[in-house]
């Protein structure tokens, strides 16, 4: 059974912390996602990375940072915790290449971060 | 950056009653997709729509991509307890476009059914 895991499920750090998220995939899968969903807003992509140490801005990249130093782990950093990262941060996978060539995209459970 | 509006944003039905999600955009993708949230959970792939025009049923739901592929729905028929939950659009950038290989979401609707 194909498995996006997400290490921390619920987090509190203080304004200024610097706090990393972490994902694994075991699907051997090239590209890995990583967005965060407010209420209202659907999800925002922050980074992805299509291969090891390779990594492209999404739509909301700042204060944000990212590390892919193995095919099936992608690292999420928050450099200095503001209160507006406070959010629900969703990791997720797919082989390479594009949505309508089947590659279904699988998604954690997601991390739910306060800031305070 | 590319947008993608979905309506309504909160639905609350009486059981057996049908509904309609509606997601535009003045964007053209070369896909789009549906999905499903639960509380806690990530969202899971409902379905992938690629040509325009194109229907998919997957029992009670029935999804669309328009022709001119800037827009979707998604209509389910007799609707269950079920199907509460968070319902998500999510469009795939066309290949030489800046949004190439990416995925752009809807707000979202939040999909109430009542028994």
């Known amino acids: 059974d194909v498995k996006v895991t997400q290490s921390s499920r619920y987090l509190v750090k203080r304004t200024g912390e610097k706090v990393f998220l972490e994902c694994v995939q075991d699907m051997d899968h090239e590209n890995m996602f990583w967005y965060r969903q407010d209420p209202g807003l659907g999800l925002r992509l922050i980074y992805f990375s299509y291969d090891v140490k390779m990594k492209e801005k999404g739509d909301i990249p700042e204060g944000y940072s990212v590390s892919r130093e193995k095919k099936e782990r992608f690292s999420l950093i928050l450099e200095s915790a503001s209160t507006n990262q406070t959010s629900m941060y969703l990791c997720?996978?797919?082989?390479?290449?594009?949505?309508?060539?089947?590659?279904?995209?699988?998604f954690g459970e997601g991390s739910w971060l306060t800031v305070v | 950056t590319q947008l993608l509006e979905q309506s309504p944003q909160f639905l609350s039905i009486q059981e057996g009653e049908n509904l309609t999600v509606y997601c535009n955009s003045s964007?053209?993708?070369?896909?789009l997709q549906w999905y499903r949230q639960e509380p806690g959970e990530g969202p899971v792939l409902l379905v992938t729509v690629v040509t325009g025009g194109e229907v998919k049923k997957l029992k009670r739901l029935t999804f669309q991509f328009g022709d001119a592929r800037k827009d979707s729905s998604l209509h389910i028929t007799a609707a269950q307890p079920g199907d509460t939950g968070l319902y998500l659009c999510?469009?795939?950038?066309?290949?030489?476009?800046?949004?190439?290989?990416?995925?752009?979401f809807g707000q979202g609707t939040i999909l109430t059914v009542h028994p």
């Open positions: 997720a996978s797919s082989l390479f290449g594009r949505a309508y060539s089947g590659n279904t995209i699988y």
């Open positions: 964007s053209v993708f070369s896909s």
């Open positions: 999510a469009g795939e950038g066309r290949r030489g476009g800046t949004s190439y290989g990416k995925l752009t």
